[in-house]
């Protein structure tokens, strides 16, 4: 386990940016969130939304809801709650605009990212809300951090309630990401200590089913096609999902020991039909990007 940590280390130190190495130095050798959360604000615009490629399939530097998204998401990986803070007070200005929003989802695909190298699946024909991803995950963290009694936390409650009673198509489909950003919203709630915006007990119930359809049981496809892994929705053996899950979350351990890659990274399984060159750079980026979540996830099964 050791070689496999060493290996990871490497290709973080060659190629990350400075926002995955913060991130990694944080998480495995004793660094400061204060790193992490100054790499961070780079990307954040006057807006407060956040652009400049932070979400690597997409190099729009202006702010988007996806982006957006992403930033959330670090800070929720490294427990920041400072909602004083000039990065969380920038995304709640963001969030309470109307910028991306057409009162009741964030959009997912905004027609800015055309004009710069990007993934076809963010290419956008209209500025496009199709799906509670990422609204879900927005709603929970306006839950988590706006003010109790400002219009924000009421939009934010709104739509939170809202995406729990969507139904299928809307909300909890297959879509492995719409699951992972139930689970986050679920998860804001209850750190949040409210318990009157959705019913969580019932939303933890529905998830457990969900995550269990949606991972892919035939592991044999895990190394050559885009599926759904255990990790995908959580990284230990303290969630609260483990044990529903728990022989192909142990297996899951294994295998990402056994395809690591020479450089030290693992397999990126998608590519973008265009723009060969930023593909390149991005590629790097998300390597980065799983080497963190695959090193998490074996923290998490106490392995590293």
């Not at 529903?244 to 020991?257: H, L, M, R, T, W």
Request: one cysteine or more; proline letters at 4%.
């Amino acid at each position: 386990m050791n070689t496999t940590f060493e290996n990871a280390k490497a290709f973080i130190y060659r190629n990350a940016r400075p926002i995955d190495l913060a991130r990694f130095q944080y998480h495995f050798e004793n660094g400061d969130k204060e790193a992490v959360l100054n790499a961070l604000s780079y990307y954040q615009n006057e807006d407060g939304g956040f652009g400049h490629a932070l979400e690597p399939d997409a190099w729009n530097p202006k702010s988007s809801p996806i982006q957006t998204w992403m930033a959330t998401e670090i800070l929720y990986e490294i427990d920041f709650a400072d909602n004083t803070h000039p990065i969380i007070e920038g995304i709640l200005k963001y969030l309470g605009s109307g910028k991306d929003f057409d009162g009741k989802l964030w959009y997912n695909e905004v027609v800015s990212t055309n004009d710069y190298p990007h993934a076809p699946w963010w290419h956008a024909d209209i500025d496009n809300a199709d799906s509670y991803n990422p609204t879900a995950c927005l709603a929970g963290f306006i839950i988590r951090f706006a003010n109790k009694n400002s219009e924000l936390y009421k939009v934010g409650s709104r739509i939170a309630a809202e995406a729990f009673y969507a139904d299928d198509k809307q909300g909890l489909s297959d879509d492995m990401n719409a699951v992972r950003l139930y689970i986050r919203l679920m998860q804001y709630c209850e750190k949040s200590g409210v318990v009157d915006v959705i019913d969580i007990p019932a939303l933890e119930k529905r998830l457990q089913k969900q995550i269990k359809r949606s991972i892919t049981q035939d592991t044999d496809q895990w190394k050559t096609s885009y599926i759904c892994k255990p990790s995908k929705f959580f990284n230990s053996k303290n969630s609260v999902f483990y044990a529903n899950n728990k022989e192909i979350a142990d297996f899951e351990c294994d295998f990402i020991v056994e395809t690591q890659l020479e450089d030290g990274s693992w397999n990126v399984p998608w590519r973008w039909s265009d723009y060969p060159n930023e593909w390149a750079i991005s590629e790097n980026w998300w390597k980065s990007q799983g080497i963190i979540q695959n090193l998490l996830y074996l923290k998490g099964f106490e392995l590293i």
